[in-house]
Protein backbone atom coordinates (compact mmCIF):
# COMPACT_ATOMS: atom_id res chain seq x y z
CA UNK A 1 0.00 0.00 0.00
CA UNK A 2 1.19 3.55 -0.91
CA UNK A 3 1.93 6.20 1.69
CA UNK A 4 -1.14 8.42 -0.19
CA UNK A 5 -3.84 5.31 -0.15
CA UNK A 6 -2.96 4.70 3.53
CA UNK A 7 -3.45 8.20 4.25
CA UNK A 8 -6.49 8.45 2.19
CA UNK A 9 -8.26 5.34 3.93
CA UNK A 10 -7.33 6.88 7.30
CA UNK A 11 -9.23 10.20 6.37
CA UNK A 12 -5.76 11.98 6.22
CA UNK A 13 -5.67 12.70 2.44
CA UNK A 14 -4.07 16.49 1.78
CA UNK A 15 -2.83 16.87 4.91
CA UNK A 16 -0.03 19.20 5.63
CA UNK A 17 3.33 17.23 6.14
CA UNK A 18 6.54 18.12 8.02
CA UNK A 19 9.32 15.77 8.10
CA UNK A 20 10.38 14.87 11.55
CA UNK A 21 13.97 14.04 12.63
CA UNK A 22 14.40 10.22 13.08
CA UNK A 23 16.48 7.93 15.64
CA UNK A 24 19.33 5.65 15.28
CA UNK A 25 17.11 3.55 13.06
CA UNK A 26 15.69 3.16 9.42
CA UNK A 27 12.10 4.79 9.90
CA UNK A 28 10.99 7.87 9.14
CA UNK A 29 8.78 9.95 10.81
CA UNK A 30 6.45 12.90 9.52
CA UNK A 31 4.38 15.55 11.40
CA UNK A 32 0.61 15.58 9.73
CA UNK A 33 -1.59 18.43 10.05
CA UNK A 34 -5.07 18.95 9.11
CA UNK A 35 -6.31 22.41 10.61
CA UNK A 36 -5.70 21.90 14.28
CA UNK A 37 -5.64 18.27 14.00
CA UNK A 38 -2.33 16.75 13.85
CA UNK A 39 -0.96 13.13 13.62
CA UNK A 40 2.59 11.45 13.36
CA UNK A 41 2.68 9.16 10.19
CA UNK A 42 5.49 6.81 10.71
CA UNK A 43 7.35 4.47 7.75
CA UNK A 44 8.83 1.74 8.44
CA UNK A 45 9.02 -0.62 5.32
CA UNK A 46 11.51 -3.39 6.84
CA UNK A 47 10.10 -3.14 10.43
CA UNK A 48 6.99 -4.52 12.45
CA UNK A 49 4.82 -1.53 12.99
CA UNK A 50 2.32 -3.35 14.09
CA UNK A 51 4.21 -4.24 16.74
CA UNK A 52 4.78 -1.09 18.05
CA UNK A 53 0.81 -0.66 18.17
CA UNK A 54 0.52 -3.45 20.15
CA UNK A 55 3.08 -2.55 22.43
CA UNK A 56 1.34 0.98 22.46
CA UNK A 57 -2.28 -0.57 23.03
CA UNK A 58 -0.58 -2.20 26.34
CA UNK A 59 1.02 0.91 27.91
CA UNK A 60 -2.25 2.85 27.05
CA UNK A 61 -4.23 0.35 29.25
CA UNK A 62 -1.91 0.76 32.16
CA UNK A 63 -2.70 4.45 31.89
CA UNK A 64 0.60 5.89 30.80
CA UNK A 65 1.03 7.98 27.41
CA UNK A 66 1.67 6.08 24.43
CA UNK A 67 0.79 7.46 21.16
CA UNK A 68 -2.31 5.86 20.87
CA UNK A 69 -2.41 4.20 16.82
CA UNK A 70 -5.30 5.59 14.95
CA UNK A 71 -4.51 3.04 11.85
CA UNK A 72 -2.07 0.82 10.52
CA UNK A 73 -1.08 -0.97 7.24
CA UNK A 74 2.23 -2.97 6.29
CA UNK A 75 5.14 -1.02 7.13
CA UNK A 76 3.03 2.44 8.04
CA UNK A 77 1.48 3.56 11.26
CA UNK A 78 -0.73 6.48 11.72
CA UNK A 79 -0.04 8.07 16.08
CA UNK A 80 -1.26 10.67 18.08
CA UNK A 81 0.93 13.15 18.00
CA UNK A 82 1.89 14.01 21.59
CA UNK A 83 3.52 17.06 21.05
CA UNK A 84 7.08 19.02 20.98
CA UNK A 85 7.89 18.92 25.11
CA UNK A 86 10.52 16.65 24.71
CA UNK A 87 12.42 16.14 27.97
CA UNK A 88 16.19 17.06 26.87
CA UNK A 89 14.61 20.03 25.33
CA UNK A 90 12.57 21.44 28.28
CA UNK A 91 15.97 19.95 30.94
CA UNK A 92 17.98 22.41 28.49
CA UNK A 93 16.05 25.19 28.45
CA UNK A 94 14.98 25.57 31.91
CA UNK A 95 17.47 22.97 34.27
CA UNK A 96 15.40 23.69 37.31
CA UNK A 97 12.66 21.62 35.80
CA UNK A 98 14.95 18.90 35.19
CA UNK A 99 13.79 17.17 38.71
CA UNK A 100 10.20 17.57 37.63
CA UNK A 101 10.63 15.90 34.44
CA UNK A 102 12.49 13.33 35.67
CA UNK A 103 10.26 12.18 38.55
CA UNK A 104 7.46 11.99 36.21
CA UNK A 105 9.52 9.75 34.22
CA UNK A 106 9.90 6.98 36.95
CA UNK A 107 6.48 7.10 38.38
CA UNK A 108 5.55 5.78 34.88
CA UNK A 109 8.61 3.37 35.38
CA UNK A 110 6.71 2.33 39.03
CA UNK A 111 3.39 1.93 37.00
CA UNK A 112 4.79 -0.19 34.50
CA UNK A 113 6.84 -2.09 36.74
CA UNK A 114 3.75 -2.92 38.75
CA UNK A 115 1.89 -4.99 35.92
CA UNK A 116 2.73 -8.30 34.06
CA UNK A 117 4.67 -7.79 31.29
CA UNK A 118 2.99 -8.46 27.95
CA UNK A 119 4.32 -11.07 25.71
CA UNK A 120 7.83 -10.12 24.36
CA UNK A 121 11.40 -12.06 24.62
CA UNK A 122 13.00 -11.66 28.02
CA UNK A 123 16.27 -9.88 28.48
CA UNK A 124 18.70 -12.51 30.30
CA UNK A 125 22.32 -12.59 30.96
CA UNK A 126 23.05 -14.33 28.40
CA UNK A 127 21.01 -11.67 25.65
CA UNK A 128 23.24 -8.68 27.41
CA UNK A 129 26.33 -10.66 26.71
CA UNK A 130 25.71 -11.72 23.53
CA UNK A 131 24.40 -8.12 22.54
CA UNK A 132 27.72 -6.31 24.11
CA UNK A 133 30.10 -8.64 22.51
CA UNK A 134 28.36 -8.36 19.10
CA UNK A 135 28.43 -4.37 19.71
CA UNK A 136 32.07 -3.96 21.29
CA UNK A 137 33.52 -5.50 18.15
CA UNK A 138 33.26 -3.04 16.21
CA UNK A 139 34.15 -0.80 19.26
CA UNK A 140 38.29 -2.24 19.05
CA UNK A 141 37.89 -2.75 15.08
CA UNK A 142 37.39 1.11 14.90
CA UNK A 143 40.40 0.95 16.80
CA UNK A 144 42.56 -1.32 15.03
CA UNK A 145 42.45 -3.87 17.69
CA UNK A 146 42.20 -7.45 17.72
CA UNK A 147 38.31 -7.85 18.41
CA UNK A 148 39.28 -11.37 20.34
CA UNK A 149 40.03 -8.82 23.46
CA UNK A 150 36.52 -9.11 24.01
CA UNK A 151 36.23 -12.24 25.02
CA UNK A 152 37.32 -11.77 29.18
CA UNK A 153 35.50 -8.69 28.96
CA UNK A 154 32.14 -10.78 28.03
CA UNK A 155 33.02 -13.64 30.20
CA UNK A 156 32.97 -11.46 33.65
CA UNK A 157 29.89 -9.16 32.55
CA UNK A 158 27.82 -12.91 32.30
CA UNK A 159 29.35 -13.79 35.50
CA UNK A 160 28.36 -10.77 36.95
CA UNK A 161 24.93 -10.54 35.57
CA UNK A 162 24.10 -14.05 36.25
CA UNK A 163 25.05 -13.28 39.74
CA UNK A 164 23.60 -10.09 40.54
CA UNK A 165 20.68 -8.96 38.04
CA UNK A 166 19.49 -11.59 36.43
CA UNK A 167 16.09 -11.46 36.76
CA UNK A 168 13.57 -10.90 33.84
CA UNK A 169 10.74 -9.55 35.63
CA UNK A 170 9.26 -6.54 34.23
CA UNK A 171 8.69 -4.96 31.12
CA UNK A 172 11.82 -2.85 29.96
CA UNK A 173 11.29 -0.29 27.47
CA UNK A 174 15.21 -0.50 26.57
CA UNK A 175 15.48 3.37 25.16
CA UNK A 176 14.17 5.36 28.25
CA UNK A 177 15.99 8.27 28.13
CA UNK A 178 15.35 12.22 27.69
CA UNK A 179 14.86 12.13 23.87
CA UNK A 180 12.44 9.84 23.80
CA UNK A 181 10.10 11.06 26.61
CA UNK A 182 7.72 14.00 25.72
CA UNK A 183 6.03 16.15 29.19
CA UNK A 184 2.74 16.62 28.86
CA UNK A 185 1.47 18.87 31.91
CA UNK A 186 -2.07 18.74 30.93
CA UNK A 187 -2.08 14.76 32.11
CA UNK A 188 -2.01 13.51 35.99
CA UNK A 189 0.41 11.32 37.36
CA UNK A 190 2.49 8.83 35.48
CA UNK A 191 0.88 9.77 32.32
CA UNK A 192 2.33 13.13 32.29
CA UNK A 193 5.65 11.32 30.31
CA UNK A 194 4.81 10.36 27.29
CA UNK A 195 6.49 7.50 25.66
CA UNK A 196 8.14 7.07 22.56
CA UNK A 197 10.71 4.75 21.10
CA UNK A 198 9.63 1.58 22.88
CA UNK A 199 8.88 -1.18 20.07
CA UNK A 200 12.33 -3.16 20.92
CA UNK A 201 10.71 -3.29 24.59
CA UNK A 202 11.58 -6.98 26.37
CA UNK A 203 11.05 -8.56 29.77
CA UNK A 204 14.28 -7.58 31.57
CA UNK A 205 15.58 -6.70 34.70
CA UNK A 206 13.95 -3.05 36.37
CA UNK A 207 17.26 -1.69 37.08
CA UNK A 208 17.41 -1.11 33.15
CA UNK A 209 15.51 1.34 32.46
CA UNK A 210 16.88 3.75 35.86
CA UNK A 211 19.94 3.39 34.09
CA UNK A 212 18.91 4.05 30.47
CA UNK A 213 17.31 7.57 31.94
CA UNK A 214 19.86 8.82 34.48
CA UNK A 215 22.79 7.18 32.67
CA UNK A 216 21.90 9.17 29.15
CA UNK A 217 24.27 9.48 26.37
CA UNK A 218 23.42 12.42 25.04
CA UNK A 219 23.18 14.73 27.95
CA UNK A 220 24.59 14.86 31.10
CA UNK A 221 21.79 14.30 34.45
CA UNK A 222 22.47 16.29 38.00
CA UNK A 223 23.35 14.25 40.70
CA UNK A 224 20.61 15.76 42.52
CA UNK A 225 17.93 14.68 40.22
CA UNK A 226 19.78 10.91 40.11
CA UNK A 227 19.23 10.92 43.74
CA UNK A 228 15.69 11.75 43.61
CA UNK A 229 14.52 9.91 40.92
CA UNK A 230 16.67 6.71 42.91
CA UNK A 231 15.05 7.54 45.99
CA UNK A 232 11.60 8.11 44.77
CA UNK A 233 11.28 4.44 42.98
CA UNK A 234 12.89 2.79 46.05
CA UNK A 235 10.17 4.57 48.34
CA UNK A 236 7.39 3.58 45.51
CA UNK A 237 8.64 -0.10 45.24
CA UNK A 238 10.38 -1.24 48.38
CA UNK A 239 13.05 -2.75 46.42
CA UNK A 240 16.10 -2.28 49.24
CA UNK A 241 18.76 0.50 47.86
CA UNK A 242 21.89 -2.00 48.47
CA UNK A 243 19.78 -4.37 45.46
CA UNK A 244 18.69 -2.16 43.24
CA UNK A 245 22.21 -0.06 43.09
CA UNK A 246 23.97 -3.00 42.52
CA UNK A 247 21.84 -4.15 39.85
CA UNK A 248 21.79 -0.67 38.47
CA UNK A 249 25.92 -0.76 38.41
CA UNK A 250 26.14 -4.14 36.18
CA UNK A 251 23.08 -3.53 34.28
CA UNK A 252 24.51 0.20 33.47
CA UNK A 253 27.92 -1.60 32.64
CA UNK A 254 26.36 -3.99 30.14
CA UNK A 255 24.16 -1.11 28.77
CA UNK A 256 27.10 1.33 28.10
CA UNK A 257 29.62 -1.45 27.11
CA UNK A 258 26.87 -2.15 23.93
CA UNK A 259 26.89 1.51 23.29
CA UNK A 260 30.46 1.55 22.92
CA UNK A 261 30.27 -0.38 20.02
CA UNK A 262 26.92 0.77 18.85
CA UNK A 263 28.42 4.37 18.15
CA UNK A 264 30.96 3.01 16.70
CA UNK A 265 29.27 0.79 14.05
CA UNK A 266 26.69 3.83 13.53
CA UNK A 267 29.78 6.13 12.65
CA UNK A 268 31.58 3.37 9.82
CA UNK A 269 28.33 1.59 8.06
CA UNK A 270 25.83 4.43 8.22
CA UNK A 271 28.14 7.55 8.08
CA UNK A 272 27.18 8.88 11.41
CA UNK A 273 30.33 10.07 13.04
CA UNK A 274 28.62 12.64 15.31
CA UNK A 275 27.92 9.59 17.39
CA UNK A 276 31.69 9.58 18.20
CA UNK A 277 31.09 12.74 20.11
CA UNK A 278 29.12 10.48 22.53
CA UNK A 279 31.30 8.33 23.16
CA UNK A 280 33.43 9.80 25.98
CA UNK A 281 30.26 10.20 27.93
CA UNK A 282 29.43 6.89 27.64
CA UNK A 283 33.04 5.98 28.85
CA UNK A 284 32.33 7.94 31.91
CA UNK A 285 28.82 6.26 32.88
CA UNK A 286 30.95 3.05 32.31
CA UNK A 287 34.10 4.14 34.59
CA UNK A 288 31.03 4.97 36.96
CA UNK A 289 29.28 2.02 37.37
CA UNK A 290 32.74 -0.24 37.33
CA UNK A 291 33.22 1.56 40.65
CA UNK A 292 30.89 -0.84 42.26
CA UNK A 293 32.66 -3.60 44.13
CA UNK A 294 30.32 -6.07 42.40
CA UNK A 295 32.32 -5.05 39.70
CA UNK A 296 35.79 -5.17 40.39
CA UNK A 297 36.79 -8.15 38.20
CA UNK A 298 35.13 -6.64 35.30
CA UNK A 299 36.94 -3.27 36.09
CA UNK A 300 40.06 -4.89 36.17
CA UNK A 301 39.82 -6.70 32.61
CA UNK A 302 38.41 -3.50 30.89
CA UNK A 303 41.66 -1.70 32.24
CA UNK A 304 43.63 -4.34 30.79
CA UNK A 305 42.16 -4.96 27.62
CA UNK A 306 40.02 -2.49 26.46
CA UNK A 307 41.38 1.17 25.04
CA UNK A 308 39.99 4.44 26.58
CA UNK A 309 38.71 6.82 23.88
CA UNK A 310 41.61 9.42 23.79
CA UNK A 311 41.19 11.79 21.04
CA UNK A 312 43.61 10.02 18.91
CA UNK A 313 41.02 6.73 19.13
CA UNK A 314 38.13 9.16 18.74
CA UNK A 315 39.53 10.22 15.77
CA UNK A 316 40.34 6.44 14.55
CA UNK A 317 36.73 5.73 14.89
CA UNK A 318 35.24 8.55 13.14
CA UNK A 319 37.90 7.50 10.39
CA UNK A 320 35.66 4.72 9.89
CA UNK A 321 32.64 6.07 8.63
CA UNK A 322 31.84 5.35 4.90
CA UNK A 323 29.67 8.52 3.73
CA UNK A 324 29.60 11.91 5.02
CA UNK A 325 27.15 12.29 8.35
Known amino acids: MTVETFLEEAGWAGAARAPLAGDASTRRYTRLQRGSERAILMEDPDGAPEHFARLARYLLGLGLSAPEPFAEAPGLLLLED ?15 QEDTLYLAAVEALVTLHAADP ?62 NLIWLPDRQG ?48 GVTAAEFETA ?40 HDLTHPALADLAEVIEIVLPRPTEAHLQSLRSQCQTPS
Open 190 to 237: PARAGLLDFQDALQGNRAYDMVSLIEDARRDVSETTRQAVVRFYLDAT
Open 248 to 287: MAVQGAARNLRILGIFARLAAIRGKPGYIDLVPRVWGHLS
Open 118 to 179: PDVPPADPRYFTDQASDALKWYLRGLGAETSKTDPVIAELGEALAKHAPQTDVTILRDFHAE
Open 82 to 96: LGDGVFAKLARERPE
